[in-house]
Every structure is written in structure tokens, then in C-alpha cells.
């Protein structure tokens, strides 16, 4: 093999290698089999948000059948809150309109239980053993609104 053919292998071997790695670098949240509910379906202010905040809002909107047997630990019970879902989702009217709720974009503490949520429920635990884990974690932190 001609000496400048052999320059080319470690450029080749390096884009393959890169070309490999490029979905397992950019998974989503969609494309580890979650239900998520899309971008354009969140108001401007959660669209603005860190990625933390914004990928919660989107589960927790998409995932109501899980998100409303999880308690939230934050204090928000006295607001009204019986569920970390109400940290995020305030209404579904009957048309199916989402009508968010903004408490969540300033709590640290309902957005990690969502994140603890969404990940438990991928590594394929059940609403039991996810509610279990965020009541042992989390009930440091305060009172559960679902007392």
C-alpha cells in the first residue's frame, strides 16, 4: 500500500468510530421508549428553561397515569398540590388542552423526582417500587402531599 493511501486509515477508522457513537451520544428521552410530550406543546417559559426543567414538564405532561401516584416532597401541598403531576399540570380541559403550571420552573425538588421517576420507570421498576424509592429519598425534605 502506497505510504499516502496509509495516511487516510487513522482519518477512517476515526469517522466510523464517531459515526458509531453519534446515537448513543444524542440519545432522547423519546428514543429510549418514554412518552414525552413535545416541545411545541410547552408554554414559552418552560421552552426557555434549563433542559432538566424542560424534559420533566414534558414527561410529567405525557405521563399522568404514573406522575399522579408520586408525591412531591417541596412544600407544595399547601398550595393545593396532591401529586408531583400538579407541580406540572395545573388542568387538562375537556378538549385535551394542557394548562401548565409554573410551579415546577423554581423547584429543584419536584423536578428531580420527575427525573428519579423517569429514569426508575426506564430501568423498568414498577409505580410501587418508584413511589417507594421517592418517598425513602425524598420525605427529608418535607411532607408528602399525598399525606
Not at 410529567?60 to 412544600?75: E, F, R, S, V
Given at each position: ?26 440519545a ?25 426543567v ?50 415546577a ?43
Amino acid at each position: 500500500m502506497p505510504v499516502a493511501s496509509r495516511r487516510w486509515i487513522p482519518l477512517l477508522v476515526l469517522t466510523a468510530l464517531l459515526a458509531a457513537a453519534l446515537p448513543a451520544c444524542s440519545a432522547t428521552p423519546e428514543a429510549s421508549g418514554l412518552h414525552m410530550l413535545r416541545m411545541d406543546q410547552l408554554p414559552a417559559e418552560v421552552q426557555s428553561a434549563p433542559a432538566s426543567v424542560r424534559t420533566a414538564y414534558q414527561f410529567a405532561a405525557a405521563n399522568p397515569d404514573l406522575i399522579q401516584h408520586i408525591p412531591c416532597y417541596c412544600g407544595c401541598g399547601s398550595i393545593g398540590h396532591e401529586s408531583n403531576y400538579d407541580c406540572y399540570v395545573a388542568d387538562v380541559q375537556a378538549g385535551g388542552a394542557i394548562m401548565f403550571d409554573g410551579h415546577a420552573l423554581g423547584c429543584s425538588i419536584c423536578v428531580d423526582i420527575t427525573l428519579d421517576a423517569m429514569r426508575l420507570l426506564k430501568e423498568g421498576k414498577s409505580t410501587a417500587d418508584i413511589r417507594a424509592y421517592v418517598d425513602a429519598t425524598y420525605s427529608r425534605y418535607g411532607t408528602s402531599n399525598m399525606e
